[in-house]
């Protein structure tokens, strides 16, 4: 495995190995172009792969090889796409020089192959071992404007994934001004495609949406300075016949957490181009004479078993090579967070009264949500002012964590470092650190602004009130909170040169701002969330092995949530918590144990008063607890399979998830809507070891604690029966039931 550089009659030829798959790409005429020669199931042997390219094959080119005229440029399979040269497909990079022009076009210089993998400076990316993972860089150059690009990629030995990322570094005497640089570009000839996007809304994200990709371009993007609600930095790219079990499946994803693009773009050879990178609109970066700017990471992955196969991959990509928290393979706390239970509307008493309850059950961490410091009785007020309100938890932080901890507890606190309220301390003290337009109000969103943490003494100041307060007591977990998207994108300090640098030195100041918050508190467990799933994206894993899902707790809503969000994300980074009834979002009546089972396929937790709860209640949340213990290590690390989807049939829903050693399977069944006079569903399951035998029992929370939580149901049954004919799922009484079978090999 690993990369393999051979050199044949002046051509070079770079073969790209994972487990299963091979990359090529090819230096493949005198002028030094980077082709894409191939991307797909692995070949042993690359000899004479450059044919791919079709060098010589040009639509409309009187003569052969006439690299001159613009049908060459227009059909070549690029590596990463020239701007304003003959190529009029989606440019991959757009750099004005000092004369104003704004074309580019890359040749090879060198190459570099060497085991391990560097990180990237300021931005998340995945790691690996010098044994686990192997780089090759590629410098470029567009001599005509003084510009080098070195355009790296890292293979992994255990994970069917490429990490990508581009460097550009001026090399003239002027300064140059970048518009665009996309992170990968991956070119290929259409099979007429199909793409996956996930879309959405607050409390309605990552829904799956496939379709024809067709002629002309598709895309995908957010301009609001963080990943969003509403789009993904994402794509799959499947053929018309991929299911979640077979057929060619390609994955791109942007590890990064601001503006974003993703494009597909069929042109009038059939081929396909894909892109991924910073939102170009609004952007701009100086680059002085030896200066450089690094693009964020894209991670590819490709799969020749469906969808599951790529999911899979990411899965494991993310858990192994992205994800650094010392949380990452452990089983996390049980939390409670009182935001359901209480909003604004608490006090010391009250939340320890919530822990006390929830402590006696079975739950180990109190999370005291929004509304704790300064002059926050409600939304309209007192971002930024991070000093604990004595008058709301009295004789401070420290004796309601104290007596937190003597319950068994931990204790996790929430905040929203990003942000500044007008009626603020903070902004009364320095209206210029909001983000604005001089000239211009700036627009509210929840009644707040966005913090320029761009700015270091900016970031200085709100890291020392939060040190303050987590210093002061024994808190073992942050939930890191955005509320509001960026607009009126202006700061008071840049120069009119580069205010376009604004969104990407915006997240490149939080990235910073969590990495401090971790190096202070290495063994603090971290929860990023934005309004609930708006920043669940990969860069944010690197600095935190869970993220808020979605503020929609409703177990039927979180169906589709959780299964768009397991197809890229390990289940072991979806918080998810059982709340009460009906649902604060959508108003549904959904059984307790129901809200149980679905958000035990995520870090699990309640989002309620526990102290409301009626006592048949109390007694499942006790079983729940004891459900996640013995069943955490198979949901977190196991291998996930998806068997039916809600989202698409709107009756019910199926997952499965397989222990590595595929002696253990939990599966996850939700019967939405009954129906009626039907027989039972027999589904066929996935990922078994066939040749062995599985004692089927099944998880219950009926009954009083002296009933055991798992029930065998004496059947026995192959992994071949399983996989190939099914498991029979009897109708349940009523709508929005749910089961969890359990398999245990014999
Ligand atoms: C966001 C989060 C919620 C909660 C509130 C508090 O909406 O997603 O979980 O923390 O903020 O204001």
């Not at 190459?111 to 860089?137: M, N, Q, R």
């Not at 007192?382 to 007596?403: F, I, Q, R, T």
């Not at 144990?593 to 995520?602: H, I, K, M, S």
């Amino acid at each position: 495995m690993g990369i393999i550089f051979a050199e044949n009659q002046g051509n070079k030829l770079f073969k790209l190995d994972t487990p299963n798959t091979s990359y090529i790409i090819g230096v493949v005429c005198e002028e030094g172009f980077l082709g894409h020669v191939y991307y797909g199931k692995k070949v042993s042997d690359m000899q004479g792969a450059e044919h791919l390219t079709r060098m010589y094959d040009h639509p409309f080119t009187p003569d052969t090889n006439a690299r001159d005229r613009l049908s060459f440029m227009d059909c070549f399979p690029t590596e990463y796409s020239s701007h304003g040269v003959g190529d009029y497909r989606e440019s991959s990079i757009r750099v004005k020089t000092k004369q104003g022009q704004e074309a580019v076009l890359l040749t090879y210089v060198s190459h570099e192959i060497y085991k391990g993998k560097k990180g990237l400076e300021g931005l998340p990316a995945t790691f690996g071992s010098e044994d686990e993972v192997t780089t090759l860089e590629i410098t470029c150059e567009d001599k005509a404007i003084g510009l080098k690009a070195v355009l790296s990629y890292s293979v992994f030995e255990d994970t069917d994934a490429i990490a990508r990322n581009i460097k550009l570094i001026n090399t003239g005497e002027d300064k140059l001004i970048v518009h665009k640089v996309m992170s990968a570009c991956l070119d290929m000839d259409n099979q007429d495609y199909e793409m996956i996007t996930l879309h959405g809304s607050w409390a309605r994200e990552r829904h799956m949406q496939r379709k024809a990709i067709g002629y002309g371009k598709s895309s995908v993007s957010s301009v609001r300075g963080e990943t969003g609600h509403q789009d993904q930095p994402f794509m799959a790219i499947l053929e018309k016949t991929t299911t979640q079990t077979s057929g060619d499946a390609y994955g791109i994803h942007l590890a990064y957490s601001g503006n974003f693009r993703m494009m597909a773009e069929v042109n009038q050879f059939d081929m396909l181009r894909v892109m991924c990178g910073i939102e170009p609109e609004n952007f701009s970066w100086v680059l002085e004479s030896g200066e450089y700017f690094q693009a964020p990471e894209a991670l590819l992955v490709y799969s020749s078993e469906g969808l599951g196969g790529m999911s899979r991959s990411y899965h494991e990509l993310y858990r192994k090579h992205l994800i650094r928290s010392p949380y990452k393979d452990k089983k996390r706390p049980i939390l409670i967070n009182n935001w359901e239970g209480t909003y604004f509307d608490f006090d010391e008493t009250k939340l320890y009264n919530i822990a006390k309850e929830a402590a006696a059950l079975g739950v180990e961490m109190l999370v005291m949500d929004d509304g704790w410091f300064g002059n926050r009785f409600d939304d309209n007020r007192a971002l930024g002012d991070w000093v604990v309100n004595e008058d709301k938890l009295k004789g401070g932080l420290k004796s309601l964590v104290d007596k937190v901890n003597a319950l068994g507890m931990d204790f996790g606190i929430w905040f929203e470092p990003e942000m500044v309220s007008p009626d603020s301390d903070l902004y009364r003290a320095h209206p210029d650190w909001a983000i604005a337009i001089p000239g211009r109000v700036p627009g509210l969103a929840r009644n707040q602004y966005v913090l320029d943490v761009s700015r270091k003494e900016v970031r200085d100041y709100i890291l020392d009130m939060m040190f303050q307060v987590l210093h002061s007591a024994n808190i073992k977990y942050v939930k890191w909170d955005m509320n509001r998207p960026l607009s009126d994108v202006g700061s008071a300090v840049l120069n009119s040169e580069r205010q376009g640098e604004l969104s990407h030195r915006y997240v490149l100041g939080m990235y910073e701002m969590q990495e401090r918050l971790l190096q202070e508190f290495p063994d603090l467990l971290l929860e990023n969330c934005s309004g609930g799933g708006a920043r669940f994206d990969p860069g944010m894993l690197y600095y935190s092995p869970q993220i808020w899902t979605s503020d929609d707790t409703d177990a039927i809503e979180r169906l589709q949530i959780q299964e768009g969000t397991a197809l890229i994300y390990p289940l072991s980074t979806m918080g998810a918590h059982v709340s009460v009834c009906p649902n604060h979002t959508v108003g549904r009546n959904t059984p307790f144990d129901t809200r149980g089972y679905v958000a035990l396929a995520g870090t699990f937790g309640y989002e309620l008063d526990m102290t409301k709860l009626s006592d048949e209640d109390k007694q499942m949340v006790k079983k729940q607890t004891q459900m996640y213990h013995q069943f955490n290590d198979i949901v977190r690390e196991g291998d996930y399979y998806r068997i039916a989807s809600y989202g698409e049939n709107h009756l019910y829903d199926c997952f499965q998830v397989v222990s590595k050693d595929k002696k253990k399977s939990l599966v996850f069944f939700v019967q939405v809507l009954n129906e009626a006079n039907k027989k039972s569903r027999i589904l066929k399951l996935q990922g078994l070891c066939p040749s062995s035998t599985y004692a089927v029992k099944e998880l219950t929370m009926e009954g009083d604690l002296s009933e055991p939580i798992v029930k065998d149901t004496g059947k026995v049954f192959g992994g071949e029966l399983l996989m190939n004919a099914g498991l029979g799922f009897e109708r349940m009484w009523g709508d929005y039931r749910a089961k969890i079978v359990y398999l245990e090999e014999n």
